[in-house]
């Protein structure tokens, strides 16, 4: 069966804030095929289904802060919205109950799978990091080498920035 929002698509709107992984309204309304306005009415309607560790509002800070680093179309105003709310996963899973419509459903699965993937990657990096610890401490020296080459394969790249603004020659 086809998935009806790619995976990839998801995984690219999971935000880490607050140390928490959420998605932000605009973006789930996006998924959902409704308005942001919408999703947020039907939120205010039901608000006692999300509680803070569900849903939270963000600050202006956070809001200036995720409309710096995410460029995309779909956040070009969000530096100027007054209220954005993001929900954790227990969040958009209430969503579903809270948005009666068969796309809803179909694209709060999708997103619960993304959801399970992460963890299961997470948990699986984990283990591997816990086994590694493991032989270095049985092999300690013979193969430091090797060990610091794997640790270091482990440790995602930092993304390289593109200098902005002119280059004055000396």
Do not use: C, W
């Amino acid at each position: 069966m086809k998935a009806l929002v790619p995976i990839e698509i998801i995984e690219g709107k999971i935000l880490f804030i607050r140390g928490q992984k959420v998605m932000l309204d605009r973006d789930l309304a996006q998924l959902y095929g409704v308005e942001t306005r919408v999703l947020n009415q039907a939120v205010r309607r039901n608000i006692d289904r999300f509680p803070e560790d569900f849903m939270f509002t963000l600050t202006r800070e956070e809001i200036m802060r995720i409309s710096q680093i995410v460029i995309s179309s779909a956040h070009e105003t969000l530096k100027f919205s007054k209220n954005v709310m993001a929900f954790t996963e227990q969040g958009v899973a209430m969503l579903s109950s809270v948005l009666n419509s068969i796309r809803a459903v179909q694209v709060n699965i999708a997103i619960m799978r993304v959801f399970v993937k992460l963890r299961e990657m997470i948990a699986s990096n984990k283990e591997l990091s816990r086994r590694l610890d493991k032989l270095e401490k049985k092999y300690d020296a013979q193969f430091k080498v090797v060990f610091d080459a794997i640790r270091e394969l482990m440790t995602p790249p930092e993304p390289k920035r593109k200098r902005i603004g002119f280059l004055q020659e000396k």
